[in-house]
């Protein structure tokens, strides 16, 4: 294996670890819940990718044909890490705030974490009508 | 050259798992508990794929990505009971 290839490939297993420890640093290091949801949604994934990058590039070189198949990974992490941090986010606020707390949505309807969606109430509105 | 920067990795990604750890045991409300599952199994995405590298073998991609599947279908299926007290309406 080449040395520049080593190199690189190193480079990219130090960031990666680099961002993964700041990620969990941060859960620990951070004083509010919802501060919190910043460190490990963003930089956790940032670490994967750059250790999934880093064996994308030596198993290209130790097998001599490239595959993109562990940029899947990456993908499905950078699909999924915003839904969890949403459902997350959405959790502390229904266990912890109150609706008075938070302002207004300036819609007709109400916040999605305390308020059933706008187009169900609709449907049973109508039902209850034609009943 | 590559042996010591995967001890590094390693290294760190264990050190962050032992920080998730310490988090949920701590964790004042649920939603940091959550936090550190989905962190952790990030963590353990990571690992398997190093050792992957350490071990110069691919076996261990479709475990890291059949981790990444569960690990984010249990984060929503346990945020979404706490939402609702229900996981499937």
Redesign the interface.
């Known amino acids: 294996m080449a040395l520049w290839l080593?190199?690189i490939?190193?480079?990219f297993?130090?960031i990666?670890?680099?961002f993964?420890?700041v990620?969990?640093?941060g859960?620990?290091k951070l004083r509010d819940?919802m501060q919190?949801?910043h460190a490990?949604?963003k930089a956790?994934?940032l670490?994967?990718g750059g250790?999934?990058i880093?064996?994308m590039i030596?198993?290209g070189a130790?097998k001599g044909t490239l595959s993109f198949?562990?940029l899947?990974?990456t993908l499905?992490?950078f699909l999924?890490a915003p839904?969890?941090a949403n459902?997350?986010?959405?959790?502390?606020m229904?266990?912890?705030m109150k609706p008075t707390d938070l302002p207004d949505t300036t819609r007709p309807y109400g916040w999605s974490?305390y308020d059933d969606p706008p187009g169900d109430t609709e449907m049973q509105e109508d039902a209850r009508l034609e009943d | 050259?590559?042996e010591?920067?995967?001890l590094?990795?390693?290294?760190?990604?264990g050190?962050?798992?032992l920080?998730?750890l310490?988090?949920i045991a701590r964790g004042?409300?649920?939603?940091?508990r959550?936090?550190?599952l989905?962190?952790m199994v990030?963590?353990v995405?990571?690992l398997l794929?190093?050792y992957?590298?350490f071990r110069?073998t691919?076996i261990y991609?479709e475990a890291?990505?059949l981790v990444?599947?569960v690990g984010?279908v249990s984060?929503?299926a346990y945020?979404?009971f706490?939402?609702r007290g229900d996981i499937i309406e």
């Open positions: 080593e190199i490939v190193s480079v297993l130090v990666g670890g680099v993964g420890i990620g969990s640093f859960l620990v819940s919190r949801l490990p949604t956790t994934t670490g994967v250790v999934l880093a064996s030596y198993f130790i198949h562990e899947l990974i499905f992490l999924t839904i969890t459902f997350i986010a959405k959790s502390f229904a266990r912890n974490v | 050259m590559i010591y920067a995967l590094f990795a390693m290294g760190c990604f050190i962050g798992l920080f998730n310490w988090r004042p409300n649920p939603a940091d959550i936090l550190s989905d962190t990030i963590n995405i990571a794929v190093l992957g590298i110069e691919q991609y890291a990505m990444a599947m984010f984060t929503v945020s979404r706490i939402l």
